[in-house]
């Protein structure tokens, strides 16, 4: 049912997620957050399924690949060249929840997609969909490029088995991020990540690290890129993802050239738009700052990836 659906996966977790909520807590307290403060907001509801939607008995938790076929040029994370996944995942998950009930009967539900407090990772690791892997996103033999999306339901489910961590000694994504945002195992202090510089920071980008930046105007992928494990991964099948508009060819300065109005025609739809043309050319202007003749074309600072250990 779920890989009808375009799932590459299907898990069930329950409500209990040993350890998440200390590790949570430790994280913010480190204020490894930075200016995302609705990662403190919730309190123990990121961490509690039941006190996010009471009654919840079981999470049906579901990974959606989006790695598309050619790699972009344009210094946009792969994630965002195509579709808003978010609402392509909700209504993905909301076909299923709709079959799950012509088969039972009505039952009680939520479905989110990266829009509530809930702890993501944790839930699929719980679910048997991968690990963490040391970039702190969850990792399976399939590699990490994949959107995660979640039902929280009444239905007292099966749990699925979880899997054994396979990261081994292997610290490419470590040794890959450019701004060594990685400070331990799992462990991501945002307020140095490429991807929250340029998605999540209001106001200026830090001095000292916009040289680091180099031409990656949305997120990076850098982690990903460097992970043995995504040697493995499949390329998506959900038209919804395929780069949009040329946004993985577009070079800094066409995008740059873009007034504000056609900013908001180009990204309607997209993940980028929620960023706001401010920060969108703040993003444009440091890494035109940054660039050297190869990298004002367009292309994108990929690298190596070696087989997994």
Request: with cysteine; glycine share 8%.
């Amino acid at each position: 049912m779920g890989r009808e659906l375009g799932f590459g996966a299907v898990g069930i977790s329950g409500i209990d997620l040993p350890g998440a909520e200390a590790e949570l807590a430790e994280w913010i307290s480190a204020g490894f957050h930075g200016e995302m403060d609705y990662m403190a907001r919730h309190g123990t509801k990121r961490t509690r399924p039941a006190e996010l939607v009471p009654d919840t008995r079981s999470i049906i938790v579901a990974r959606m690949d989006y790695l598309p076929a050619i790699a972009p040029q344009s210094g946009i994370s792969r994630y965002a060249l195509g579709r808003d996944y978010h609402k392509v995942m909700r209504n993905r998950l909301q076909k299923l929840a709709d079959r799950i009930a012509a088969e039972i009967g009505t039952f009680g539900y939520r479905v989110f997609t990266d829009s509530a407090p809930v702890a993501e990772v944790a839930l699929a690791q719980a679910a048997g969909l991968g690990w963490r892997g040391k970039h702190s996103l969850l990792l399976s033999r399939r590699g990490s490029w994949f959107f995660l999306g979640e039902i929280f339901t009444d239905l007292p489910l099966p749990s699925d088995a979880p899997i054994t961590d396979h990261c081994g000694t292997c610290t490419a994504c470590i040794d890959a991020c450019p701004t060594r945002a990685i400070v331990a195992p799992g462990v991501v202090d945002a307020r140095r990540c490429i991807s929250y510089l340029t998605i999540e920071l209001n106001g200026p980008i830090p001095e000292d690290l916009r040289p680091l930046i180099g031409n990656r105007i949305y997120g990076c992928d850098d982690c990903q890129l460097a992970c043995p494990w995504n040697r493995f991964a499949p390329t998506t099948k959900e038209r919804d993802f395929a780069p949009r508009h040329s946004l993985d060819r577009a070079t800094l300065a066409e995008l740059f050239s873009w007034e504000e109005s056609v900013f908001a025609e180009q990204l309607a739809g997209s993940p980028i738009r929620r960023i706001g043309f401010e920060r969108w050319r703040r993003n444009l202007a440091a890494a035109q700052g940054n660039a050297t003749t190869t990298a004002a074309s367009g292309d994108n600072l990929d690298v190596e990836v070696t087989r997994p250990k």
